[in-house]
């Protein structure tokens, strides 16, 4: 176990207390490989994404979810992500976002460490955890109507 | 003659408003709740206010005198007072708020029972005090033992904290006039402190604000009083410089 964790390049050091994420590999702009390993479930992820408390996602984008009323308009609208970017992509983007653009705002979903202040029943969690990760992915991927480009 | 002065006003004048931007929460409010707050029967302040004035004139403490045995009429000694606050308090040797002052007041020279921080009593003092100086513009102190702090304030503004990893500045300068799921984001002006808040259901202060962002934010929150939330109402104060305060504001 450990010999393959050393093996990983770029592997995202873990604090003591910290909650032990799954490692990863950035390459090319994206994670190609998946975080757990077991496949995303994208109804899963699309419950996520509009969950307000959870995914959070709708605070700044807006997207095909015509049930939902208040998507935020800060961000791109997530119709066509799955034909704008590949798997690995989004990925990446999940993960956290500052390692695409340093001045993002979108938050860094599978980070949890560098980051200041941070309330004490957030401290050293992620925002969403592997397999939320990979449900949301599985689902960003299926949205390939790419009418709002 | 004439027309020369009129271009040279004009050539005066355009950049100057070109360049001012800004916009208090007011302007980002729909039309019902801006009415609420100019009318002052339908502003639900103005009752904290009409409470802040009758302990202005209430005798308390060891010293058994009012506010207003020291300070006289409010309408006249407190006027301005809250367009150049926080200030440097000579005895701390530190920034001190205008609620921060009010209770040196009270608890030294008043010789009473200090006042909860977002207690109702020193929100209704703070707001009777904040509208003496309403429709008057932000005159931040000029006293440069302030510059510090000053300083820690902007540094507070602009460094992304919380689980969620945001500054302040992210939002209310880089995306200010855009929605956060329904709520539009104004550029964070403390025009109209302490306010009524329809959300809260009751007057509230700047320092309270700061916890609703923070707390959004997934951050550690700001204790009111503290010198971090002092820091960032000073730089919050300078930024406004020249706007018109509103006290006591509704915000949504």
Same mark, same amino acid.
Not at chain 2, 19 to 41: E, I, N, V
Not at chain 2, 226 to 250: H, N, Q, W
């Given at each position: 176990?450990?010999?393959?964790?050393? #093996?990983?390049?770029?592997? $995202?050091?873990?604090?003591?207390?910290?909650?032990?994420?799954?490692?990863?590999?950035?390459?090319?702009?994206? =994670?190609?490989?998946?975080?757990?390993?077991?496949?995303?479930?994208?109804?899963?992820?699309?419950?996520?994404?509009?969950?307000?408390?959870?995914?959070?996602?709708?605070?700044?984008?807006?997207?095909?979810?015509?049930?939902?009323?208040?998507?935020?308009?800060?961000?791109?609208?997530?119709?066509?992500?799955?034909?704008?970017?590949?798997?690995?992509?989004?990925?990446?983007?999940?993960?956290?976002?500052?390692?695409?653009?340093?001045?993002? =705002?979108?938050?860094?979903?599978?980070?949890?460490?560098? #980051?200041?202040?941070?309330?004490?029943?957030?401290?050293?969690?992620?925002?969403?955890?592997?397999?939320?990760?990979?449900? $949301? =992915?599985?689902? #960003?991927?299926? #949205?390939?109507?790419?009418?709002?480009? | 003659?004439?027309?020369?002065?009129?271009?040279?006003?004009?050539?005066?004048?355009? @950049?100057?408003?070109?360049?001012? !931007?800004?916009?208090?929460?007011?302007?980002?409010?729909?039309?019902?709740?801006?009415?609420?707050?100019?009318?002052?029967?339908?502003? @639900?302040?103005?009752?904290?206010?009409?409470?802040?004035?009758?302990?202005?004139?209430?005798?308390?403490?060891?010293?058994?005198?009012?506010?207003?045995?020291?300070?006289?009429?409010?309408?006249?000694?407190?006027?301005?007072?809250?367009?150049?606050?926080?200030?440097?308090?000579?005895?701390?040797?530190?920034?001190?708020?205008?609620?921060?002052?009010?209770?040196?007041?009270?608890?030294?020279?008043?010789? !009473?029972?200090?006042?909860?921080?977002?207690?109702?009593?020193?929100?209704?003092?703070?707001?009777?005090?904040?509208?003496?100086?309403?429709?008057?513009?932000?005159?931040?102190?000029?006293?440069?033992?302030?510059?510090?702090?000053?300083?820690?304030?902007?540094?507070?503004?602009?460094?992304?904290?919380?689980?969620?990893?945001?500054?302040?500045?992210?939002?209310?300068?880089?995306?200010?006039?855009?929605?956060?799921?329904?709520? @539009?984001?104004?550029?964070?002006?403390?025009?109209?402190?302490?306010?009524?808040?329809?959300?809260?259901?009751?007057?509230?202060?700047?320092?309270?604000?700061?916890?609703?962002?923070?707390?959004?934010?997934?951050?550690?929150?700001?204790? !009111?009083?503290?010198?971090?939330?002092?820091?960032?109402?000073?730089?919050?104060?300078?930024?406004?410089?020249?706007?018109?305060?509103?006290? @006591?504001?509704?915000?949504?």
């Amino acid at each position: 176990m450990w010999r393959a964790l050393g #093996l990983v390049a770029g592997l $995202v050091s873990l604090a003591a207390q910290a909650q032990t994420l799954a490692p990863y590999r950035i390459e090319k702009g994206a =994670i190609a490989t998946s975080l757990t390993g077991v496949k995303g479930d994208p109804a899963k992820g699309r419950a996520i994404v509009v969950e307000r408390q959870k995914g959070l996602c709708l605070l700044c984008h807006s997207g095909p979810f015509p049930e939902e009323r208040f998507q935020g308009d800060l961000a791109p609208n997530l119709a066509g992500t799955g034909s704008r970017l590949s798997e690995g992509e989004i990925r990446l983007r999940m993960v956290d976002s500052t390692k695409v653009n340093e001045k993002t =705002i979108m938050p860094p979903y599978y980070r949890n460490e560098g #980051l200041e202040r941070v309330a004490a029943n957030y401290k050293a969690k992620t925002l969403l955890n592997a397999q939320e990760i990979e449900d $949301v =992915i599985a689902f #960003l991927v299926s #949205l390939k109507d790419d009418t709002q480009k | 003659m004439n027309r020369l002065l009129v271009i040279l006003l004009v050539c005066v004048a355009l @950049p100057a408003s070109a360049q001012d !931007a800004r916009k208090s929460g007011f302007a980002f409010m729909g039309p019902d709740t801006q009415a609420m707050q100019t009318d002052d029967l339908a502003n @639900p302040g103005m009752l904290s206010v009409l409470e802040g004035e009758a302990l202005w004139n209430a005798k308390a403490g060891t010293s058994q005198k009012s506010c207003a045995a020291c300070h006289g009429d409010a309408p006249q000694s407190m006027k301005g007072v809250a367009t150049r606050y926080p200030a440097f308090d000579d005895t701390t040797q530190a920034p001190l708020d205008l609620a921060g002052r009010i209770l040196q007041c009270r608890t030294e020279r008043q010789g !009473a029972l200090a006042f909860q921080r977002e207690g109702r009593e020193l929100l209704a003092l703070t707001s009777y005090v904040g509208h003496q100086s309403r429709n008057m513009t932000i005159a931040p102190s000029q006293d440069t033992r302030l510059a510090a702090a000053r300083a820690q304030g902007a540094a507070l503004y602009s460094t992304r904290v919380g689980q969620l990893n945001f500054s302040c500045a992210q939002c209310h300068d880089d995306n200010a006039g855009g929605h956060l799921g329904a709520a @539009p984001i104004p550029q964070a002006h403390p025009t109209g402190y302490p306010l009524y808040r329809l959300e809260w259901q009751s007057l509230g202060s700047l320092q309270r604000r700061f916890r609703n962002c923070l707390s959004g934010m997934r951050a550690e929150p700001i204790p !009111a009083g503290s010198a971090d939330a002092i820091a960032l109402e000073l730089f919050l104060m300078d930024r406004a410089a020249g706007m018109k305060l509103e006290t @006591p504001a509704v915000r949504p």
